[in-house]
């Protein structure tokens, strides 16, 4: 197929089938009395997931391997061997997950393949789709660790050690659920990649746009911060006698939101986990744990965020009388898309007559670690009030379906032969 053929031949998504797929996938994991659902990576339920998502792929014919990371990746023969033009996302989610993040991108990925089967086409090129492990980073940071890892920006072994928040390895867990494959890493690199992906936040919606061309995503800092003061009684210690980890933790979630706030959008700053020891009314505490998630799409205004922060609670500690450590969990600077694919999506979301938009991704995703080793770029659908990491999540079926329906266009676009 060529470019103009696409144009007028490409076929259109079964939407009633891409929901069927978000339901099945949504009920693993399923948080009662929402649409949401929690399977943290590498958990029993991130494998019962695994385990529909793979069986669908071979339910559909495809020749599917996982790799040494549990990365899967699922092939369609083109009608010439090579690189595949490759799409998909991550299945794992959030403790409050919607149905849609990274989810759609390989649902939308098994739909847009069987829609050509049941078209009886079969493109120049190769076509695959794959899902990346934990994405999220929530049990075992880093974010994108499975992604990261196929493109061989982390070596594999440092990553099998890695130990999640609960105190079990990546390599322990990976091995306990059966998805330690023996696919290399690492992993065979695309012709192209495109990730289909609900936005996660309030901008299309707001616009009211359909579809979000993405042109990047912002730099991404996360560090784990442990404060050690002196445990003692809530009514008998004078306050300036106190050593107080809890207090230099709050003051310092307070001062992330004044330093975003400072610094202007887009820059964000999150404190997401805290965790106090011994964590009762009556003692102040000896420990304190907490998270800081810093983003921004200036890698320079970035570090100075890291800075201004590292200041900070460094000063407030000594004030305090308190020690401290910090750990990095993750460290992404900003990534730009192809600009090619960033215009082919573009264009044929416009071709498909929906409207669409440029813009950065807030969120981190897989596609901004194959960005590396190929050329890549982002389709993004509208989230309902901007809500994501959050059972409320939602987009509706018309904007799933036009994103889902760009994604194929944009991939058989891709696929087809070089114009001679
Ligand atoms: O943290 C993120 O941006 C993504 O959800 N892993
Ligand atoms: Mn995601
Ligand atoms: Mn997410």
Redesign the pocket.
């Known amino acids: 197929m060529t470019g103009t053929d696409i144009t007028t031949t490409a076929p259109r998504i079964d939407i009633d089938r891409l929901l069927a797929r978000l339901a099945d996938l949504a009920a693993i994991g399923a948080i009662d009395g929402t649409e949401g659902c929690a399977r943290l990576a590498l958990t029993d339920e991130d494998r019962a997931g695994r385990d529909l998502v793979v069986a669908a792929m071979r339910d559909l014919g495809l020749s599917v391997t996982i790799d040494r990371i549990g990365n899967v990746v699922a092939t369609m023969a083109g009608q010439t061997d090579g690189p595949p033009v490759m799409c998909g996302s991550?299945i794992d989610?959030?403790r409050t997950?919607g149905r849609y993040?990274?989810n759609l991108g390989v649902l939308a990925g098994l739909e847009a393949i069987e829609t050509l089967q049941t078209a009886g086409i079969t493109p120049y090129r190769p076509l695959a789709v794959a899902f990346f492990t934990d994405?999220?980073g929530a049990r075992f940071a880093p974010?994108m660790l499975g992604s990261l890892v196929y493109v061989g920006g982390m070596a594999l072994e440092q990553a099998l050690e890695i130990e999640g928040i609960d105190g079990a390895t990546v390599g322990d867990e990976l091995q306990r659920i059966g998805y330690d494959g023996a696919a290399p890493i690492p992993g065979i690199t695309p012709h192209a990649f495109v990730e289909l992906h609900v936005e996660?936040g309030p901008v299309l919606e707001a616009e009211g746009i359909t579809v979000g061309a993405v042109t990047g995503v912002q730099g991404i800092s996360w560090q784990e911060v442990t404060v050690v003061g002196q445990s003692n009684h809530a009514g008998t210690t004078p306050m300036n006698l106190r050593h107080d980890p809890g207090y230099v933790a709050a003051a310092c979630a307070s001062f992330a939101r004044e330093l975003a706030l400072d610094l202007g959008h887009p820059q964000v700053a999150t404190v997401g986990r805290i965790e106090l020891h011994p964590n009762l009314v009556n003692v102040v505490a000896a420990k304190a744990t907490f998270t800081v998630d810093l983003r921004n799409t200036d890698e320079n205004i970035l570090q100075e965020a890291e800075r201004r922060f590292a200041e900070f609670l460094a000063t407030t500690a000594e004030a305090e009388g308190c020690t401290i450590e910090t750990q990095e969990l993750a460290r992404f600077e900003p990534v730009q898309f192809d600009p090619d694919i960033v215009a082919l999506v573009e264009r044929s979301a416009t071709e498909l007559g929906h409207t669409v938009k440029r813009m950065p991704s807030g969120?981190?995703h897989d596609a901004q670690m194959l960005a590396r080793v190929c050329p890549t770029a982002m389709v993004f659908t509208p989230s309902r009030d901007g809500i994501?990491?959050n059972p409320a999540e939602y987009t509706s079926p018309a904007d799933l379906e036009a994103g889902a329906n760009v994604m194929l266009r944009v991939m058989l676009e891709l696929a087809a032969e070089d114009p001679s």
């Open positions: 991550h989610t959030v997950g993040d990274g994405e999220e974010d996660q969120a981190g994501s990491h």
